[in-house]
């Protein structure tokens, strides 16, 4: 079972804000969910190696040749503020 | 001549380059049915009509003067709206990317350009993917083009709704653990899950990046040949696409499947929640395989009871760490209303981010933080190595093997969204092919309560061209492909 701390925890790792009501709806049914992932517990992997991904490739490698980027404007079409062709974004370090 | 609209791909690329219909023609018919159905289906989350008719023109210039032309020269198409095409809006069904116009194109759009395609609009989804039913998408559901009041299935049930309501001839959707094959099943129409680096991922919005793979929608398993021809094959921009030549897949639909191995894997066909007029529709698919000559034997996957909750744990422990980007900073929704960073964040990602989407980012974190981390996350890797030694064997006994591609017809639109793990099983059949990153396909085999029941035939890593060929020697000799939902 998933408590209210845990939800609140887990919200804090993934910077994800949630309402009241969503935290009492997430720790239902994340409790609920990985209820029926204790299945996986059954599986018996004794000398199984972990599998990342099934892309059946390694190190794929290619020549390091330059090639023309995007141009500031371009990529910072998007963003939500700018100026001087930078991301402009809240103040990171409080003043003392 | 059918009308423009009912046409198969090939038959319109045929007839484009007899120049008895041009492009522009055929786009026209298209856009008119999307305007007069859309309103009640709702496949689309944007039409581009007026770039879809110029694109119709120079197709129609190539084919004029013969040169480049392509099966796919001239052909409309939908695409999914994970896929970023260039300035074009490609918001994955979400608020956060409502207004988002990517600089770039997907490669899998720069290949479809090249071929000479064009694009009717892009399509809606459950928000970045993650569902079953497309009612997850921020901005509307998408209806069944069978039964209204259905859903379509998902996540890429805009791209199998509008070529099932014929509102595109083909269309490009995504696969991560069923969201094109379930959706195409559920729709009556040809879905195609290529393998794991078949196809470059670049430009495709990502959700989970060990399973995710674009893959093609049409009405019949040549056309999904040719859509999959257009866009498989290696680039540099995506270093998991793989170098494996791309065979001719047309040229490999012989209609001939005598001798050929097919496995029926008894724990899909056992599985708790399937239905019975589901499975008996697959019998009688079974039997008609076996009237072709293809020798039909019974095979074990001991691990598919694991796969639901293996993938569930996986995709959404990638999904957490592949969404962390969304911090309004760069692009995407950002809540202004703060100058305090971490309190813009985690509003940005709570009024950004729908339900679904939120649940598995938590669930994400969850089983990737400390003290969960083995319990959860590892054991699902290794419970993911056991299915896809589970597929290795069987494919040392069988060429292909065959099952129902959903446990169910077509659900009604809300019953399964209070419920999450309930919409979760949805994906039972599809989901061990993503884990273990072979190719799948799912083709119209029947109908239950009148509703459609979808095949799915899995192949080994790179076998696209021997699934395509059990697909198209089924459409040979049935033609449930060719039924039209009445509208």
Known sequence: MIDRETVLHIAQLARLGLSDEEVELFRQQLSSILEHMAILREADVSGVSPLAHASRLTNVMREDEPAPSYPPQVLLANAPDQEEQCLKVNAVLEES | ?487
């Open chain 2, 1 to 487: 001549m059918s009308a423009l609209h009912e046409l198969t791909l090939s038959e319109a690329a045929t007839l484009l380059r007899q120049r008895q219909i041009s492009s522009v023609e055929l786009t026209r018919a298209f856009l008119e049915r999307i305007e007069a159905l859309d309103g009640r289906i709702r496949a689309f989350t944007l039409v581009t009509a007026d770039l879809a008719l110029q694109q119709a023109q120079e197709a129609d210039q190539r084919l004029q003067r013969g040169e480049q032309v392509t099966p796919l020269t001239g052909i409309p198409l939908a695409i999914k709206d994970v896929i970023c095409t260039k300035d074009i809006p490609t918001t994955c069904s979400s608020r956060m990317l409502e207004h988002f116009r990517p600089p770039f194109n997907a490669t899998v759009m720069e290949r479809l350009q090249a071929a000479g395609a064009v694009m009717l609009g892009k399509t809606n989804m459950d928000e970045f993917a993650m569902g079953s039913s497309t009612e997850h998408s921020a901005f509307f559901p998408t209806h069944n083009p069978w039964d209204l009041e259905r859903t379509p299935g998902g996540s890429s049930g805009g791209s199998a709704a509008a070529v099932a309501a014929g509102m595109a001839p083909g269309a490009l959707g995504s696969d991560t653990g069923g969201s094109i094959r379930q959706p195409a099943a559920l729709c009556n129409v040809v879905g195609l899950k290529p393998t794991y680096g078949r196809v470059s991922r670049f430009g495709l919005v990502a959700f989970a990046s060990s399973l995710d793979q674009i893959g093609p929608f049409a009405r019949t398993a040549r056309d999904a040949a040719l859509l999959l021809q257009a866009i498989a094959g290696p680039d540099p921009r995506d270093s998991t696409c793989s170098a494996t030549p791309v065979p001719d897949y047309t040229a490999e639909l012989t209609g001939e499947i005598r001798g050929l191995r097919i496995g029926v894997p008894v724990e899909y066909w056992e599985a708790p929640g399937m239905d019975p007029g589901v499975a008996r529709v697959g019998q009688e698919a079974v039997n008609r395989l076996r009237e072709l000559g293809a020798e039909i034997r019974e095979v074990s996957l001991p691990h598919t009871r694991y796969g639901v909750a293996a993938y569930y744990i996986i995709a959404p422990a990638e999904a957490s760490a592949n969404l962390a980007r969304y911090d309004g900073v760069k692009y995407g929704y950002s809540y202004r209303d703060t100058s305090d960073m971490w309190e813009a964040l985690d509003k940005t990602r709570q009024y950004g981010f729908g339900p679904e989407v939120k649940r598995r980012i938590m669930l994400g974190t969850y089983v990737l933080s400390a003290g969960y981390y083995d319990a959860y996350y590892k054991q699902a890797q290794k419970v993911r190595a056991l299915i896809a030694q589970d597929f290795e064997r069987a494919f040392e006994q069988c060429d292909v093997l065959v099952s129902p591609a959903s446990p169910t017809v077509a659900f009604r639109l809300g019953e399964k969204l209070s419920d999450p793990y309930q919409m979760y099983l949805n994906d039972v059949f599809t989901i061990p092919a993503n884990l273990a990153g072979i190719c799948g396909i799912s083709i119209p085999s029947g109908f239950s309560e009148g509703l459609p029941v979808g095949l799915q035939i899995l192949g080994n890593a790179f076998a696209e061209a021997t699934i395509l060929r059990v697909a198209d020697a089924f459409q040979r000799v049935t033609d449930y492909h060719i039924q039209r939902p009445a509208l």
